[in-house]
């Protein structure tokens, strides 16, 4: 199956890529190398679970966060892509910050939520490495930021 095709029988529909909210832009390209700027858990202009992971904001949210960062992520590869999510060779790393408070360490439980998306979307091509960490402060109040490094086709 197609990448779009799995995201029609998850039922999701694809955000438009959020715009940047400072002086930079949301991906950049080099040869067929394609990375991100952080992305936050927006939809429809609006932050998600705002807050700290262990105060604020519960596992299970932070989870449903880290996966609507991640949609965020698919929009911006796909416009990277030049609208084709079948350009995308492979995602090859993920890196989550989780904002939280002192103690938390459910970090890898949290960046699960875009993780398992990368799979259930791109299967194969959608295995990658991680990083996984925890912050005391985000920017907006977001409780996960999420930046992607993918290969496209040459």
């Not at 858990?41 to 105060?55: A, C, F, I, Q, T």
């Not at 060779?89 to 904002?99: A, S």
């Not at 960490?133 to 992607?148: E, H, K, R, T, V």
């Amino acid at each position: 199956m197609t990448a779009e095709e799995n995201l029609r029988k998850l039922g999701i529909e694809l955000p438009e890529p959020p715009a940047p909210v400072g002086a930079y832009v949301t991906w950049a390209r080099t040869g067929n190398l394609v990375v991100t700027s952080g992305q936050l858990p927006w939809s429809h202009k609006k932050m998600l679970w705002p807050g700290r992971l262990g105060e604020q904001v519960s596992l299970e949210d932070g989870y449903k966060a880290a996966r609507q960062s991640g949609l965020n992520g698919i929009a911006q590869l796909k416009a990277a892509a030049g609208g084709d999510l079948e350009k995308i060779h492979r995602i090859l790393r993920l890196e989550g910050y989780v904002h939280c408070a002192p103690g938390f360490r459910d970090h890898p439980k949290v960046l699960d939520g875009a993780s398992d998306l990368m799979l259930d979307v791109f299967g194969e091509r959608g295995k990658h490495v991680r990083i996984a960490l925890g912050i005391p402060d985000m920017p907006l109040d977001a409780c996960i930021q999420i930046s992607f490094w993918a290969e496209l086709e040459p």
